[in-house]
């Protein structure tokens, strides 16, 4: 984790020295929430071995779950866990058809439970009020208010760091093993390991809807305003490019994919102002661009950007991956 940790400090200075102090805290802190929603891709993906294009949706339903609430007056120490639970029901309930299905069969099952719930939001307009969305009031308790690009940088990067210290310690643990049983061989693992193959994976996507519902609460109270739109399938896929990218194998993995998913269209931005001409201005450049790169990152690094540390391979030695 040093590595990603020293590379977001280095960011945050040049930030801070070339765009201010807000805006390098507010993209460190959207790098945080990322991560945490990484993580649990890297526990059901990398660890379990199971392909879920639904991530969005249980960010989604962490999202809507805290937005309730706090608008509702509940504190955060009842509201955060509130949504992180959600999220963990949703997991659990995405997971079922893994008792039958796997591979690309089961895949489409998650994506058939991401546009379910994209639609029950959509639809639900006394609660969720459709694609008007809603407004989500400031992070708030005893008093305090935590409404600075500064405060949710550091709020962020605090969840960020006890839900890493969780997962690693999962990893290292039985149920880590066991994911990686599974990963590896289904029936060997349920054969000569004793492992319960379902239990594995529902806890693999429960421990991953969780990380997803806390994400989706900060992510709520960062951006300040949530709609369907913005957990639909593109950030369910985008959140998938992430794992890949950053090494889905690898709980560092979660750290680098975010940085990249992050800083990636600044960097395009940037490049698109000193294109000449009617380059700079045509249409959907940026995600031609985006794609472009994604592509080459993956070719150029198909295990992920985590995969050339060394530490990190001694820890893959070692059976934590982390």
Same mark, same amino acid.
């Given at each position: 984790?040093?590595?990603?940790?020293?590379?977001?400090?280095?960011?945050?200075?040049?930030?801070?020295?070339?765009?201010?102090?807000?805006?390098?805290?507010?993209?460190?802190?959207?790098?945080?929430?990322?991560?945490?929603?990484?993580?649990?891709?890297?526990? @059901?993906?990398?660890?379990?071995?199971? @392909?879920?294009?639904?991530?969005?949706?249980?960010?989604?339903?962490?999202?809507?779950?805290?937005?309730?609430?706090?608008?509702?007056?509940?504190?955060?120490?009842?509201? *955060?866990?509130?949504?992180?639970?959600? !999220?963990?029901?949703?997991?659990?309930?995405?997971?079922?058809?893994?008792?039958?299905?796997?591979?690309?069969?089961?895949?489409?099952?998650?994506?058939?439970?991401?546009?379910?719930?994209? /639609?029950?939001?959509?639809?639900?307009?006394?609660?969720?009020?459709?694609?008007?969305?809603?407004?989500?009031?400031?992070?708030?308790?005893?008093?305090?208010?935590?409404?600075?690009?500064?405060?949710?940088?550091?709020?962020?990067?605090?969840?960020?760091?006890?839900?890493?210290?969780?997962?690693?310690?999962?990893?290292?643990?039985?149920?880590?093993?066991?994911?990686?049983?599974?990963?590896?061989?289904?029936?060997?693992?349920? /054969?000569?390991?004793?492992? +319960?193959?379902?239990?594995? #994976?529902?806890?693999?996507?429960?421990?991953?809807?969780?990380?997803?519902?806390?994400?989706?609460?900060?992510?709520?109270?960062?951006?300040?305003?949530?709609?369907?739109?913005?957990?639909?399938?593109?950030?369910?896929?985008?959140?998938?490019?992430?794992?890949? @990218?950053?090494?889905?194998?690898?709980?560092?993995?979660?750290?680098? !994919?975010?940085? *990249? @998913?992050?800083?990636?269209?600044?960097?395009?931005?940037?490049?698109? +102002?000193?294109?000449? !001409?009617?380059?700079?201005?045509?249409?959907?450049?940026?995600?031609?661009?985006?794609?472009?790169?994604?592509?080459?990152?993956?070719?150029?690094?198909?295990?992920?950007?985590?995969?050339?540390?060394?530490?990190?391979?001694?820890?893959?030695? #070692?059976?934590?991956? +982390?």
């Amino acid at each position: 984790m040093l590595r990603p940790l020293l590379l977001i400090a280095a960011i945050l200075v040049l930030g801070l020295s070339v765009l201010g102090a807000d805006y390098a805290a507010g993209q460190a802190t959207l790098v945080a929430t990322y991560a945490i929603a990484g993580l649990g891709l890297v526990i @059901i993906v990398g660890q379990a071995g199971q @392909i879920t294009l639904g991530q969005g949706a249980l960010v989604a339903l962490g999202a809507y779950a805290e937005t309730l609430l706090a608008m509702r007056g509940v504190p955060p120490v009842l509201s *955060v866990p509130a949504a992180v639970a959600l !999220g963990a029901a949703g997991g659990a309930l995405a997971s079922l058809p893994a008792r039958r299905l796997g591979g690309l069969y089961f895949a489409m099952s998650t994506l058939a439970f991401a546009l379910i719930v994209e /639609e029950m939001l959509v639809r639900w307009t006394s609660l969720t009020r459709g694609g008007a969305g809603l407004s989500v009031p400031t992070l708030s308790w005893g008093g305090m208010r935590v409404d600075t690009p500064l405060e949710q940088m550091l709020v962020s990067l605090a969840a960020l760091m006890l839900a890493w210290l969780a997962c690693r310690r999962l990893l290292a643990g039985r149920s880590g093993r066991a994911w990686r049983a599974v990963r590896e061989d289904e029936v060997a693992a349920a /054969e000569a390991c004793g492992v +319960d193959v379902a239990a594995t #994976k529902l806890r693999a996507f429960v421990l991953g809807g969780a990380l997803a519902g806390l994400a989706g609460a900060l992510y709520a109270h960062w951006i300040g305003f949530i709609s369907p739109e913005q957990f639909g399938l593109m950030f369910s896929f985008e959140l998938l490019m992430l794992v890949f @990218i950053g090494g889905a194998r690898h709980l560092s993995g979660a750290l680098w !994919g975010a940085l *990249v @998913i992050v800083s990636l269209p600044q960097l395009i931005a940037l490049l698109r +102002d000193v294109l000449p !001409g009617e380059w700079s201005r045509s249409a959907g450049l940026e995600t031609v661009l985006f794609g472009a790169v994604i592509v080459a990152m993956v070719l150029l690094r198909p295990q992920g950007l985590a995969s050339a540390s060394g530490g990190a391979q001694a820890s893959v030695r #070692k059976g934590t991956e +982390d």
